[in-house]
């Protein structure tokens, strides 16, 4: 079978199994699978695939017609220009997150000295591992309750080779009494009763990263009440928040914290994204 053929059958069974986006799927596992780019599938696609080779893409396939992420399936998920490990256990790193990372590290960036960063609910570690390679004079700490959560960001952490502190904890547990110049966060944010209804792809990650309570804020609520207790003077926050979440989740900061400023960030899609305050 030819890489033509094998992408042709691939796109019909991803399309009909209701995948959203079987053209991309197919491409990226037989990029993966058969060490070639984009441009390389395309000048060789009437290649034909070695019998081991096939073997693979095939079981693949059947992983992603099931319903399975093709970042777990992969075992990688590209976020902010760098290359994450990502398996079960672990919520897969999205660009709508990207917002968040961005916006940190402009904040970060803007710190004199050696600022230093919390990452609450860090999962594969993709937002405090990329404010870390890519700010590299921050103090960044991972916090997370999963074990399993850690051993991936750890993993992450030897593969991009940035230096940052991983605890395991619920929430401000894991740091103790210390305070940080930034505090940022991804948390669960999904109201329970939307959870069984998510997308199939969804389904198969963590429900522990995803439950944010009954209305989606409860992790809010608990950062909040925290939050004075652990940023430094002048310190702020940032979190990414689900849609039409905002203005509640930025209603909690500004009554648990003094705020000399306090808002929300767009995403490219438009959509209130991230709220942030600062002391």
């Known amino acids: 079978m030819t890489i033509s053929d094998w992408l042709s059958r691939a796109q019909e069974a991803l399309t009909e199994s209701g995948c959203p986006d079987p053209a991309i799927d197919a491409r990226w596992m037989a990029e993966d699978t058969l060490g070639m780019n984009h441009a390389e599938l395309k000048f060789e696609a009437d290649h034909v695939i070695p019998p081991a080779q096939?073997?693979?893409?095939?079981?693949?396939?059947?992983?992603?017609?099931?319903?399975?992420?093709?970042?777990?399936?992969?075992?990688?998920?590209?976020?902010?220009?760098?290359?994450?490990?990502?398996?079960?256990?672990?919520?897969?790193?999205?660009?709508?997150?990207?917002?968040?990372?961005?916006?940190?590290?402009?904040?970060?960036?803007?710190?004199?000295?050696?600022?230093?960063?919390?990452?609450?609910?860090?999962?594969?570690?993709?937002?405090?591992?990329?404010?870390?390679?890519?700010?590299?004079?921050?103090?960044?700490?991972?916090?997370?309750?999963?074990?399993?959560?850690?051993?991936i960001a750890h993993r992450n952490q030897r593969e991009l080779g940035v230096k940052a502190e991983l605890r395991h904890g619920d929430l401000f547990a894991a740091v103790g009494r210390e305070r940080f110049d930034l505090i940022v966060s991804n948390p669960p944010y999904i109201p329970r009763a939307e959870l069984d209804t998510l997308q199939r792809e969804v389904r198969f990650e963590p429900r522990l990263a995803l439950d944010g309570g009954a209305d989606g804020l409860d992790f809010y609520r608990r950062i909040a009440d925290g939050a004075a207790e652990h940023l430094a003077p002048g310190g702020a926050v940032y979190l990414e928040v689900g849609i039409g979440e905002a203005q509640a989740a930025l209603a909690l900061f500004k009554a648990q914290l003094s705020c000399r400023e306090a808002g929300t960030i767009r995403d490219l899609n438009g959509i209130e994204r991230v709220i942030f305050a600062k002391l």
């Open 54 to 151: 096939l073997q693979r893409l095939d079981a693949m396939l059947a992983r992603r017609v099931s319903g399975e992420p093709v970042q777990y399936i992969l075992g990688s998920a590209d976020f902010m220009g760098l290359k994450f490990h990502v398996a079960p256990g672990v919520l897969i790193p999205r660009q709508d997150t990207e917002t968040l990372a961005e916006a940190a590290l402009i904040a970060v960036q803007g710190i004199p000295g050696s600022p230093a960063v919390l990452d609450l609910c860090a999962g594969s570690g993709c937002i405090g591992l990329s404010l870390a390679s890519l700010a590299p004079h921050a103090r960044v700490t991972l916090a997370d309750i999963s074990s399993k959560a850690l051993e």
